[in-house]
């Protein structure tokens, strides 16, 4: 793991991970489907979320439920190492039982959850067999030391009318081949309303929230090979620049670098 890249598994479908060395690609704000979960190895970086940032350092633990719209940069011109486990929520959820998720970010100093994720992170990056990298990551989940102490105050407190709008009925509208006036409406509301409360909501517009979706998509067609021409042209990208520009601004990563596992570029 000396070279920056990710890891995948076929065989292991509902885990992906990351390690980038000395990086100083940054990310716009995003959210994404997957539970994230990383650990800074060298450098310092700054979360952001709705309502304010915190500061990360060397050996801290950051936990980002699915959903949650946050960015973690480097300091301006400096470089930064780290390393990022994204997991599907459903399966984290069935390893997980009846044990409660967090629903807002977390972060954790402590020497012994950071090696603990530097150890489970090695074996998934190792030649070990599937069956041996999903015993440790379990084993490293249901352990807990991925808990830490929740950002409310730091990341700010739910936004004011939290009952002002249907967000699970919203999201569905407008991942659905429909214009923002048609999932507008049915929400019964304005195009300019709808853009107005669902960034309130979320800290995205409509259309940036889009654009995630999207890029999660275009990851799972990459994944499986899909060329990058396809995946541009299927999922609706004005061209290669349009594509290239989205997709990196949330992986810090080009499409051709993430589809080849590779990082730093």
């Not at 599937?130 to 379990?138: D, G, N, T, W, Y």
């Amino acid at each position: 793991m000396a070279n920056a890249g990710f890891w995948r598994d076929p065989n292991l479908p509902f885990v992906e991970s990351r390690a980038a060395c000395d990086s100083r690609a940054c990310y716009r704000a995003h959210s994404h489907r997957t539970w994230s979960i990383g650990v800074v190895d060298r450098g310092r970086s700054r979360f952001t979320g709705p309502g304010g940032s915190i500061e990360l350092r060397p050996g801290s633990l950051v936990s980002i439920p699915s959903e949650q719209v946050h960015a973690c940069n480097p300091d301006a011109g400096a470089a930064w190492s780290y390393q990022m486990l994204y997991l599907d929520r459903a399966w984290l959820r069935r390893v997980l039982g009846d044990a409660p998720l967090p629903e807002r970010p977390q972060v954790r100093r402590d020497a012994t959850a950071y090696r603990a994720f530097c150890a489970v992170n090695r074996i998934l990056f190792s030649d070990g067999a599937p069956a041996e990298k999903e015993a440790a990551l379990v084993g490293f989940l249901r352990a807990g030391l991925w808990r830490g102490t929740d950002l409310s105050e730091a990341v700010g407190p739910p936004p004011a009318g939290a009952h002002d709008l249907d967000l699970a009925r919203a999201r569905a509208l407008l991942e659905a081949p429909v214009s923002l006036e048609t999932a507008a409406a049915a929400l019964g509301l304005s195009r300019y309303q709808l853009i107005r409360r669902f960034q309130r909501h979320t800290g995205l517009t409509p259309h940036a929230y889009k654009l995630d979706r999207r890029v999660d998509r275009a990851r799972a067609l990459l994944r499986e090979g899909a060329s990058l021409v396809d995946v541009a042209h299927a999922l609706g990208f004005a061209d290669q620049s349009h594509f290239q520009r989205a997709f990196k601004e949330r992986t810090a990563a080009t499409p051709g670098a993430y589809q080849r596992g590779a990082g730093n570029l």
